[in-house]
């Protein structure tokens, strides 16, 4: 089982490095800088999607205290 694991690691390490490094070549740049771009964006991305998601909440949130919902004629 860990020789299997071991040999995907080092399938994924190959050639995900090698996307990196060649849009690095393409591009004039290190490598290391394309990496850390990714991975800046990865997270940037994760935190505006979270945001999203908290505002929808707490408009829905809010809606439902405005609008609430009557259960009969009788609750004016």
């Known amino acids: 089982m860990q020789r299997w694991v071991n040999q995907i690691r080092n399938f994924f390490e ?3 490095f ?3 490094s060649r849009f690095a070549d ?3 740049m ?10 800046y964006l990865s997270f940037a991305t994760f935190g505006i999607g979270f945001a999203v998601y908290l505002t929808f909440a707490f408009l829905l949130r809010f809606k439902d205290m405005i609008y609430s919902k009557r259960t009969s004629v009788f609750d004016l």
């Not at 290190?30 to 991975?39: E, G, M, Q, S």
């Open 26 to 28: 393409k591009l004039g």
């Open 14 to 16: 190959r050639h995900g």
């Open 18 to 20: 090698y996307v990196s």
């Open 30 to 39: 290190r490598a290391k800088n394309v990496r850390l771009f990714f991975i």
